[in-house]
């Protein structure tokens, strides 16, 4: 059965925004999942979905070649350029760039064991590369500029460039990357740039490669380009802070954009529009966002903003400028967006105007952010704009899950999407969330033993992350997220503490002072949390905050008063030792990528930030409380 539900809901009268959940669902095309579960003895369980009959194509680039010959002046990317326009590429000028390079890049015997490594953000010129070298099947690997702008010490930029061995670099703009290349890329390792220059280092010019005349035999390599050939490595760090290299083949690219849209249906009604800023180093941005719009012919504009102070302002340009269709952020950026969509009506207009849905991944979105999103789509359309999730990993391509715009909500994963297989094992009291199907990656570059302790026996891909179901007892219902597995501990009394859950509970009831916080206790008698500002919350409460200095956030009374207030009432509605908060400590400074505490894109690596802050630890425990420790 392939039919796809209506996911309106009906309204009753006029009703005011404060009651916009009463109002309709905009309505979208989007797959019921169907499921079977199968429970085993051991308390296993298995969740499958129906199978339909779809075939993956063999090279994500087929596409590419697809939409150059179907619609080749559409717009494919566009990007600011130092006027203020937009730079633009078409499908079929990408398709000419990505042959040129790719037979610069032929010429240059470069391979799986001496890919290309990009360490510029995201870019037309990036993209070019990128494309290039799938045309030519030589696996790259985009690495984030954090490793290089960021990072004092270089560490992790230095460990991947030994565990990758590349024969080509490519930045963008060689002066920002100046340091970080002459600490760690040797002289017999090609550079290639858009522009600037290296003191005593011979460049190769991108527009070099361009002008490169094809190579004879290039379609013929195209089709030696199979399912299991590797298109690139993307980099995830565990809990030891050092990257790990994820293998992505083309197998894993072409099934998971076909799960994707097989279960977003409405992407084959009309080509996606979509203005993002999500890095392409990370899974969601460069696979899933990149490759939706490359699948579906659709049309990227690139948002150089951020959100945050001094970043957020160019989004807000962009998307009064640039109508999306669909529209994908991390919670943090729609609550950088609220108060100018608030504020605003072009942006408002243009923002809704034409948007289907709204997607978040990467963090739980706060029902505040969303019942305020809900709220001004309610005003500027009728209707509310259906906010998609999910769960995947860099691992799976990545989606693997995905709730419908009917049951959707924070917290809820919902069901697996076509072509994947969760497999739920009973650990450590409980249901610990693995993944088989075609978009699972074979496992990390040259670390087997890592590879090896990331299946199960029976070959599903381990999350790492618990799930549990929404309606208890009734799995075809969809599952909800219940926390990492790694992170939970115990108590002195031997109860456990299941951490994700109680962080999602206490940042939504300190909103929006807590960015994060970090879970403190194991084989301590009480829970305690070391406390990171929300920066751009803390403002809200005292403006004369100066942007970015979490010192200065951390010691203010006014956010410490009010932040008292809202970690007793948590307190009070705790239910046991284990929901209960006792003491907490703001974090007085920013946290440490080079240390592991915090990755590239904001996560938080709790046993890093404990072992890594030991005395703040010992302070929340210390029988003569500092005047820092804040009790409810």
Known sequence: ????????????????????????????????????????????????????????????????????????DRLFMAERDAAGGWRKVTYAELLNAGRRIASSLLARDLSAERPVIILSGNSIDHALVAFGAMVAGVPFCPVSPAYSLISKDYGKLAYLMKLL???????????????????????????????????????????????????????????????????????????????????????????????????????KEEPPVIV??????????????????????????????????????????????????????????????????????????????????????????SPFVWKSLDELSVQETGFRVPMLTGLGATESAPLSLSATPRTSRSGHIGLPVPGNEIKLAPRNGKLELCVRGPNVTPGYWRQPELTEAAFDEEGFYRFGDAAKPAVADDFSAGLDFDGRIAEDFKLASGTWVSVGPLRARFIAACAPLVR???????????VAALVIP????????????????????????????????????????????????????????????????????????????????????EALYSSSLDADVITP
């Open 165 to 267: 061995t590349p024969g080509l670099v490519f930045v963008d703009d060689a002066g920002p990357f100046a340091a970080a290349l002459q600490a760690n890329v040797p002289e017999n390792i090609e550079i290639a740039i858009s522009r600037g220059a290296l003191p005593g280092r011979a460049l190769t010019a991108l527009s070099d490669l361009l002008a490169t005349p094809l190579h004879p035999d290039l379609d013929g390599v195209q089709q030696a380009i199979g399912p299991d050939s590797i298109v690139k490595f993307l980099l995830t760090s565990g809990s030891t802070g050092n990257p790990k290299a994820v293998i992505n083949t083309q197998r894993m690219l072409c099934a998971n954009q076909v799960m994707i849209r097989e279960s977003m249906t409405f992407l």
């Open 516 to 526: 994060d916080v970090v879970v403190a206790g194991i084989n301590r008698d009480e």
């Open 276 to 365: 993002d800023w999500l890095p392409w180093n990370h899974t969601f941005g460069g696979n899933h966002n990149l490759g939706l719009v490359l699948f579906n012919g659709g049309s990227i504009y690139l948002d150089a903003g951020k959100p945050m102070p001094g970043g957020i302002e160019e989004t807000v340009q962009n998307l009064k400028e640039i109508s999306p269709t669909v529209y994908f952020n991390v919670p943090k950026g729609f609550e950088s967006l609220l108060p100018y969509l608030r504020d605003d009506a072009q942006l408002r207009r243009t923002f809704f105007g034409k948007l289907q849905a709204m997607f978040f991944s990467g963090a739980a979105m």
């Open 1 to 72: 059965m392939s039919a796809t539900a209506d996911l309106s809901l009906q309204a009753s009268g006029a009703l005011p925004s404060s009651d916009s959940g009463l109002f309709p669902l905009r309505p979208i095309s989007f797959r019921d999942p169907e499921i079977t579960v199968d429970r085993r003895a051991d308390g296993t369980i298995y969740l499958r979905p129906q199978q339909l009959d779809i075939e993956y194509p063999v090279r994500l680039t087929d596409s590419l070649r697809y939409w150059a010959a179907v619609a080749p």
């Open 534 to 617: 929300d920066l751009d919350g803390c403002r809200l409460v005292n403006p004369a905050l100066p942007p970015g200095d979490v010192g200065a956030c951390a010691r203010d009374e006014a956010v410490r008063s009010a932040f008292r207030q809202r970690f007793a009432a948590f307190h009070t509605a705790a239910t046991g030792s284990s929901t209960r908060i006792v003491r907490a400590l703001f974090i007085d400074a920013p946290l440490s990528i080079d240390r592991g505490e915090v990755t590239d894109k904001g996560s938080i690596n709790q046993r890093a930030v404990l072992e890594h802050r030991k005395a703040l630890v």
